[in-house]
T-cell receptor, first 119, second 114 residues
Framework: DTAVSQTPKYLVTQMGNDKSIKCEQN?????MYWYKQDSKKFLKIMFS???????INETVPNRFSPKSPDKAHLNLHINSLELGDSAVYFC??????????????????FGQGTRLTVV | KQEVTQIPAALSVPEGENLVLNCSFT??????LQWFRQDPGKGLTSLLL?????REQTSGRLNASLDKSSGRSTLYIAASQPGDSATYLC?????????????FGKGTHLIIQP
């Protein structure tokens, strides 16, 4: 059983289109994330979503929007795609733990990635 | 600014050698540190998770250590095998609120020569 699954695995689309990537986790985790891995293979957090609380990395354009129909799903919608959006997008999940000095998370599990190519 | 740095960026060694991958992080207020493996064109596989209160974790031939005071973690791979060839990523989870999620290093690309 795949713990974190995302579809599609590959996505090729033209500039200006709107596309979505789906993510599902069956681990019962309460927090889900989207990460972007650029052409230099550097992974960077885009969003985290916990119990209806969305935390956005300030560098993410507002053309990107996560949508969570329920606790097990966090989909990524991208509007008006640009060439620079080409990358591999990873979904991940973990559990949040509240402690005195803030919030930490348990081990994170990642999906297999979606390679987005904008032409 | 919270940053994670991995050294070396690439490493090639003969099969059977023991090796150490290094990871350093700014800001000692980490909640945990996680090591991943990424094969070409694949997703991330979690190898080891070290909580901030721990000094090390072991799984098979892998041993990861954590020294918060110096801002360093190492991943030790014993008796390396060609199947260990992959990119190894170190990621820190910082505590105290703000943007959740892991802060990744740029990885060490490891090649084990048969």
């Amino acid at each position: 059983d795949t713990a974190v699954s995302q579809t599609p695995k590959y996505l090729v689309t033209q500039m200006g289109n709107d596309k979505s990537i789906k993510c599902e986790q069956n681990l019962g985790h309460d927090t889900m994330y989207w990460y972007k891995q650029d052409s230099k293979k550097f992974l960077k957090i885009m969003f985290s979503y916990n119990n209806k609380e969305l935390i956005i990395n300030e560098t993410v354009p507002n053309r990107f929007s996560p949508k969570s129909p329920d606790k097990a799903h966090l989909n990524l919608h991208i509007n008006s795609l640009e060439l620079g959006d080409s990358a591999v997008y990873f979904c991940a999940s973990s559990d949040a733990k509240i402690f005195l000095v803030g919030r930490g998370h348990t081990e994170a599990f990642f999906g297999q990635g979606t390679r987005l190519t904008v032409v | 600014k919270q940053e994670v740095t991995q050294i070396p960026a690439a490493l090639s060694v003969p099969e059977g050698e023991n090796l150490v991958l290094n990871c350093s992080f700014t800001d000692s207020a980490i909640y945990n540190l996680q090591w991943f493996r990424q094969d070409p064109g694949k997703g991330l596989t979690s190898l080891l998770l070290i909580q901030s209160s721990q000094r090390e974790q072991t799984s098979g031939r892998l041993n990861a250590s954590l020294d918060k005071s110096s801002g360093r973690s190492t991943l030790y791979i014993a008796a390396s095998q060609p199947g260990d060839s992959a990119t190894y990523l170190c990621a820190a989870q910082y505590s105290g609120g703000g943007a959740d999620g892991l802060t990744f290093g740029k990885g060490t690309h490891l090649i084990i020569q048969p």
